[in-house]
């Protein structure tokens, strides 16, 4: 015989019955990540990146944590704007400062090394100085890119207007060592995060100043993240090094580590660029 529950125990049963569920009824938090447009990776490739980071993101806050990869800045901004993100994690760190400044985001931490700006001219150069650049052809990325921008403000504080000089600005950076080795241009700007740096380095090519270093590859999170919880995400961040597995999580992203003490150079990060 089916035993019948007093109506006055209905709403305590069906309130414990609510209490174990919403775990699985809940959906799973959205990781946004882009690398830019020239970033070379798809959606799975990225997911494959990403999703290691994604879980120890997961894990440290008791939530499924899903990686959305995004090439367009257009729809990043766009999905910060809307907030249809829970975490941002961009390595054209502008992105993740504006979500800070604009959309209400949270500082959670940024990566290992820093970004800089590197300035590279051909091995038999007579350029000595950033000062000797005045008047001479530039090659940049393209006009709007990040590190164009970066390498316009570095300019801008070493005395160097780079409006007011010549500039080719091409969309992919590996076009720049090639115009530097061929002489087309006298001296190109650069991501210290490149494959284009890395080749240029290996290659024993020479380089003639590095920038001040900025925040590389910042992690925001959306409002709806509380503060405990960037706490905990935080130090499990922080602790990744420590660990066999989050070093190959570390190394995967392609990172050394993170520092969850960097908020304020983020939030300066704008200004500096003039943006």
Known sequence: MRRLLPLCLIPLALGAA????????????VFAVSEGTSGGIDAEAARVKY????????????????????REF????????????????????????RGLRDYRYKFVATANPDGQCILIVHKDSPIKKVADLKGKAFVMPEKNAYMTRFCRAELRDQGIILDNETVTYVREQGAIPFSIEN???DVGGVASYSGAYA??????????????????????????????QVTKIQAA????GKSESGTQVLKRVGVSGFMATEESRLRKLLEWLGV
Not at 81 to 87: G, I, L
Not at 237 to 240: A, I, K, N
């Open 51 to 70: 999703q290691p980071l994604a879980d120890v993101l997961g894990r440290a806050i008791g939530s499924e944590v899903k990686v959305a990869f995004f």
């Open 74 to 97: 257009s729809a990043l901004e766009k999905g910060m704007k809307e907030n249809q993100f829970d975490f941002v994690l961009a390595r054209p760190s502008d992105y993740p400062a």
């Open 199 to 228: 080749q240029w380095l290996k290659s024993g090519n020479r380089v003639l100043h590095q920038s001040k270093p900025q925040p590389y590859m910042p992690l925001v999170a959306s409002q709806g993240i509380s503060s405990e």
């Open 183 to 185: 002489r087309i241009s």
């Open 237 to 240: 961040l922080t602790e990744l």
């Open 18 to 29: 609510a209490a174990e569920t919403p775990q699985a009824a809940r959906k799973p938090l």
